[in-house]
């Protein structure tokens, strides 16, 4: 062992960064012995230290994480503490091969494929026939989503190896075998056992950013698990985009007590005989339960609103043995804005129609059948680029989030290009009581003045993240417009961070149908360098085609 680092690291011309090639300036001769005395000696000097300590008994298993069930006993882990790769182009077996080969781990290629098979999908060169992790997340909009850019982009750009058109489907299975791995260790944790992932964000496949810390805590959450943490390890510049990846420890708690539940998808099995058993079953979790006995202990058949008070939560939650949050209106709020409501209620839905929650008054909310509303940024939309006025330091700081998203639209006057009014914010997070309604929120309000005079009154919805627009949040903006600012032209805005510097920005009206988009544009946030002038007259071309 010693040997093998030494031959990679101090004797060879070998360097990293990050794939294995042969240095430039190479090595006439090096000091075997020397390196690898340096190397023994430092592997006894950890042995003298750890028998000091005592004894600590230690198992290895050469196994895959994502089946794990025959191999360690059920409910006996306290703490996982890893760094899987990142979904990226970094083959793994290539930074060690020569290290394998040496230790007698893989003598021919046959054996490399066999190690490769038992790896987590993280590169298009360990993908093959039959692989099906990605199963896991068919129902994970967000991991959908950004496949589809990889693909959409790779045709855009007309990129054709066989590797890159592989780039879309080596993202679903990352995170599918992620889904499986954490599904796998649910037995095997004790309660109240606490996980550790580092990972990293990445945009490798054609600068499409994949927020890979975010997407782990949102799977796991998926699963039962709570989000303790994201801890921010580290940050590093990307050198395609120039933007801020982050490097983060995503900490999870296995809670002491919860109802366990499947990500949101019949795929999720242990095995091939529990996935004919369990077809067409649908597991959940607490919120899910709660949401779900409320509306079917008012729901009549045909019925097209279905309203509740807020008290029955915590009544539900008792009848179920459900620790509930310390924030009641999170389990509300979560089936608002983040996820889909149960499967049981959705199939209570007529055709082209979808369940919302709207506030009803104060602590009342109704279950309401509406026209199926999706707001989400078009694929086929051109982007216009614009130099990003972001300060380097907010830059380098700021999450993906909502407040890093209104952030970028102030400093870079995002509202006055997209409406071509003058914008001033007037609010952040504008919290009031509307009669009937009940208490809404608005992110930001914006107040703009024309070249003619008139005023207008932009509230603005925000989401980053997994979060989408919601059409209750619009109908509230507009109600807040009548109640809060009668005199002014009310124009709601809705702004949702796409991936990396991508930012849609939708705008509404109210009609006679209902709420409808107005218009919609894509904005990137570019360094000034890359507005070429090719792409300038591709824009004054746009000027005077319309």
Not at 24 to 44: E, I, P, Y
Not at 54 to 62: F, S
Not at 426 to 436: E, Y
């Amino acid at each position: 062992m010693a040997l093998a680092k030494a031959l990679v690291f101090s004797v060879s011309n070998l360097h990293f960064g990050p794939e294995v090639g042969v240095s430039a300036s190479k090595k006439l001769d090096a000091s075997v012995v020397g390196a690898w005395q340096a190397n023994v000696g430092a592997m006894a000097n950890d042995l003298r230290e750890l028998q000091r300590q005592g004894d600590t008994p230690t198992e290895v298993h050469h196994a895959d994480a994502r089946h794990l069930q025959n191999i360690i006993k059920p409910h006996s882990i306290d703490a996982v503490i890893t760094s899987p790769p990142y979904p990226n182009e970094k083959d793994y077996t290539r930074t060690t091969r020569l290290e394998s080969v040496l230790l007698g781990f893989i003598s021919n290629k046959a054996e490399l494929q066999a190690l490769k098979r038992g790896l987590l999908r993280s590169n298009t060169r360990n993908v093959y026939k039959g692989d099906d992790d990605d199963k896991w997340i068919v129902e994970h909009s967000e991991i959908q989503r950004i496949a589809n850019a990889i693909e959409t982009r790779r045709i855009e750009l007309g990129k054709t190896s066989g590797f890159e058109k592989l780039y879309a489907k080596a993202t679903k299975l990352y995170f599918g075998g992620i889904a499986r791995h954490l599904s796998e260790l649910r037995g095997l944790l004790r309660p109240g056992a606490y996980l550790a992932y580092v990972v990293g964000d990445q945009a490798s496949y054609f600068r499409v950013m994949i927020r890979t810390g975010q997407l782990l805590a949102d799977i796991a959450q998926s699963l039962g698990y709570q989000l303790v943490d994201r801890d921010l390890f580290r940050s590093r510049l990307a050198t395609a985009t120039k933007e801020q990846l982050r490097e983060e420890v995503v900490v999870l708690h296995w809670p002491d007590n919860t109802v366990r539940m499947l990500a949101p998808t019949k795929h999720f099995t242990q095995d091939k005989n529990s996935m004919a058993k369990s077809e067409g079953v649908k597991a959940v979790n607490r919120y899910a339960q709660i949401i779900e006995r409320i509306f079917f202990t008012h729901y009549t058949e045909g019925a097209t609103e279905v309203c509740f008070e807020r008290n029955e939560i915590e009544a539900v939650a008792q009848e179920l043995h459900i620790n509930l949050p310390k924030n009641l209106g999170d389990i509300v709020y979560s089936f608002r804005y983040r996820v889909t409501l149960p499967a049981s209620i959705r199939e209570k839905a007529t055709q082209d129609k979808q369940w919302i929650i709207r506030p009803a008054g104060r602590s009342k909310y109704c279950f309401a059948l509406v026209a199926e509303h999706n707001i989400m940024p078009t694929g086929m939309k051109a982007e216009t680029k614009v130099p990003d006025a972001t300060p380097g330091l907010v830059a380098m700081y700021s999450l993906d989030d909502e407040q890093a998203l209104l952030a970028r639209l102030r400093y870079n006057r995002l509202l006055d290009i997209f409406t071509g009014i003058t914008c001033y914010s007037l609010q952040n997070h504008l919290r009031t009581f509307l009669s009937g309604i009940g208490q809404v929120e608005t992110d930001e309000v914006y107040i703009g003045i024309d070249k003619k005079g008139r005023h207008y009154v932009f509230p603005v919805q925000a989401k980053g993240g997994m979060d989408k627009l919601n059409i209750v949040q619009i109908e509230q903006d507009f109600a807040l417009c009548a109640s809060k600012f009668p005199s002014l032209i009310c124009r709601p805005l809705g702004a949702q961070f796409m991936e990396g510097n991508l930012i849609a920005l939708f705008e509404f009206e109210s009609t006679a149908e209902g709420v409808k988009l107005a218009q919609e544009e894509h904005y990137r946030l570019v360094a000034p360098d890359e507005i070429t002038p090719e792409i300038l007259k591709t824009y004054q071309e746009r000027l005077s085609n319309t």
